[in-house]
């Protein structure tokens, strides 16, 4: 399961587990600061995460910083941690972390050096292949070459891609071929068709790691395990328990931005429902959004 930032923390990851087994393995979102607040650490802790086989994610361009997190991720009883060089948001790539570390192959070089000797845990890298153009990709993936990288995810868009349709896959493809370490694909598989399409194509990757398509369709996991698609019921009692779930820990007001964010995704999978998504959209209250959702969902 992909890190996703504001959505898929510990309470998700439960949730989603406990309807949607498949997953075999989860990666926090980015911890990006060596002093944690109580919410991070309510979300990193091993009470939260039990029977979870989890990775926790770090934001870095700081050596020490780094080394500090990962010292605390190993205190934690974590056995390995992710380095974020993907992530695209101006607020991040500005102060040169995530996919912001990828305009410099040499500072990048300098980290990794430092921390590759003193890392107290094993450590994985998720990259984007490049910032705005793919020119310096066989340079950075150079750098990941040289140092210990147990793994290298890769989601084959630039910074400046954001999200937008179209992947670079000749970019994915130089990596498939010229990497070290195993290769995990991540980027667009919303299906069980994608989900062949790229492991037939790369029948050598480790693993793929799925984000969005896990929302849109909950019952990717399964599906690609061989199960029967996942019925409006599993969803219902899902999206059920994690709203009762999330209400029971937080209030009404951050509930519902949750689960709107949810269905952002998840209305994909029901176009004839205009009507019922624009009144989920649209709730202020609890019952309101509940309403919507058993209109679309009953
Ligand atoms: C809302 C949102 C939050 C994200 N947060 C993170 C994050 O914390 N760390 C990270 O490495 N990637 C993050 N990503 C990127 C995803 O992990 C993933 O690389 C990307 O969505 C492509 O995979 P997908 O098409 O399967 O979703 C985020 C993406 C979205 C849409």
């Not at 040499?106 to 153009?133: C, H, M, N």
């Not at 990709?137 to 070459?145: F, H, S, T």
């Not at 989900?195 to 480790?206: H, K, L, S, V």
């Amino acid at each position: 399961m992909a890190p996703l930032e504001g959505i898929t923390g510990s309470l998700f990851r439960n949730i989603y587990q406990k309807h949607f087994p498949g997953f075999d393995r989860f990666y926090t979102p980015f911890f990006g600061n060596t002093g944690f607040n109580t919410k991070e650490i309510c979300n990193i802790g091993p009470e939260a995460n039990r029977g979870i086989p989890l990775v926790p994610q770090i934001l870095s361009n700081h050596a020490e910083d780094f080394l500090q997190i990962a010292q605390r991720m190993k205190d934690y009883g974590y056995k390995s941690v992710n380095l974020n060089l993907g992530c695209p948001s101006g607020t991040v790539t500005s102060k040169g972390r995530g996919s912001g570390f990828l305009r410099d192959p040499k500072a990048l070089d300098a980290f990794f050096s430092e921390i590759s000797d003193k890392s107290p845990l094993p450590f994985s890298v998720k990259t984007r292949v490049g910032y705005e153009d793919e020119s310096l990709w066989p340079e950075i993936l150079a750098v990941y070459n040289r140092y210990p990288v147990t793994e290298l995810i890769v989601h084959p868009r630039l910074k400046t891609d954001m999200y937008r349709p179209g992947l670079r896959m000749a970019a994915f493809d130089y990596a498939y071929r010229n990497a070290a370490m195993p290769v995990i694909y991540n980027g667009d598989i919303n299906t069980v068709e994608d989900y062949r399409r790229i492991t037939e194509t790369y029948p050598d990757i480790q693993a793929v790691m799925i984000g969005r398509g896990m929302l849109r369709n909950p019952g990717l996991i399964g599906e690609i395990r061989g199960q029967e698609p996942a019925g409006d019921r599993a969803i219902l009692d899902w999206i059920e328990d994690l709203a009762k779930t999330n209400y029971a820990a937080y209030t009404e007001t951050p509930t519902l931005f949750k689960m709107k964010e949810i269905w952002t995704y998840l209305q994909d999978r029901y176009p004839g429902h205009k009507k019922e998504l624009k009144q989920l959209f649209k709730a202020k209250k609890l019952y309101e959004y509940e309403n919507a959702v058993a209109a679309i969902l009953r």
